[in-house]
T-cell receptor, first 113, second 112 residues
Framework: KQEVTQIPAALSVPEGENLVLNCSFT??????LQWFRQDPGKGLTSLLL?????REQTSGRLNASLDKSSGRSTLYIAASQPGDSATYLC????????????FGKGTMLLVSP | NAGVTQTPKFQVLKTGQSMTLQCAQD?????MSWYRQDPGMGLRLIHY???????DQGEVPNGYNVSRSTTEDFPLRLLSAAPSQTSVYFC???????????FGQGTRLTVV
């Protein structure tokens, strides 16, 4: 069974800092990896999807990388802003082709003005 | 573009009552799933469907039923609500097994 770990569980930084969120997994035979953002009391918003054939994806100030051999993915947030405060979740497909996801427990990020 | 729509947003049930959580998507996605989110447990898969007429169980299916009569809708039924089913429920859809998943805004259910 795929195990997904996100470190740190919580992170507090001042505005403007660059930061890295980590996601590790036990089964390297993954098909893709998706990073989500969840605001308190809200649903999940997809941020980035990396296919297994890719090493990274970028969207604005966000960059996600995938290293299957080491079982790690990182989400890099450049020049953090208070609006980035949220919980960030990584997720992997449980089974081949079904797009049902195994989630990490998330990193709760607080960016202070 | 509505995406994935869940209703209701909030619900309080008494133990033993039944109800249906609605999920609809307008993206013509074949794959739909239901998850529950609990503090300290993360999101866990309840049931999923890979197309109309096809459903299967996930990690925590007990106490829940699903059916998929159309591509657009994937309702989740609680037959006899229990306090252990107090949770936030999310519906998700995707175009294919390896495509980006999109989530609804969630239904916060309290069973008393």
């Amino acid at each position: 069974k795929q195990e997904v770990t996100q470190i740190p569980a919580a992170l507090s930084v001042p505005e403007g800092e660059n930061l890295v969120l980590n996601c590790s997994f036990t089964d390297s035979a993954i098909y893709n990896l998706q990073w989500f953002r969840q605001d308190p009391g809200k649903g999940l918003t997809s941020l980035l999807l990396i296919q297994s054939s890719q090493r990274e994806q970028t969207s604005g100030r966000l960059n996600a990388s995938l290293d299957k051999s080491s079982g790690r993915s990182t989400l890099y947030i450049a020049a953090s802003q208070p609006g980035d405060s949220a919980t960030y979740l990584c997720a992997f497909p449980m089974n081949s082709g079904y797009s049902t996801l195994t989630f990490g427990k998330g990193t709760m990020l607080l960016v202070s003005p | 573009n509505a995406g994935v729509t869940q209703t209701p947003k909030f619900q309080v049930l008494k133990t033993g009552q039944s109800m249906t959580l609605q999920c609809a998507q307008d993206m013509n996605h074949e794959y739909m799933s239901w998850y529950r989110q609990d503090p300290g447990m993360g999101l866990r898969l309840i049931h999923y469907s890979v197309g109309a007429g096809i459903t299967d169980q996930g990690e925590v299916p007990n106490g829940y039923n699903v059916s998929r009569s159309t591509t657009e809708d994937f309702p989740l039924r609680l037959l006899s609500a229990a306090p252990s089913q107090t949770s936030v429920y999310f519906c998700a859809s995707s175009y294919s097994g390896r495509a980006e998943a999109f989530f609804g805004q969630g239904t916060r259910l309290t069973v008393v």
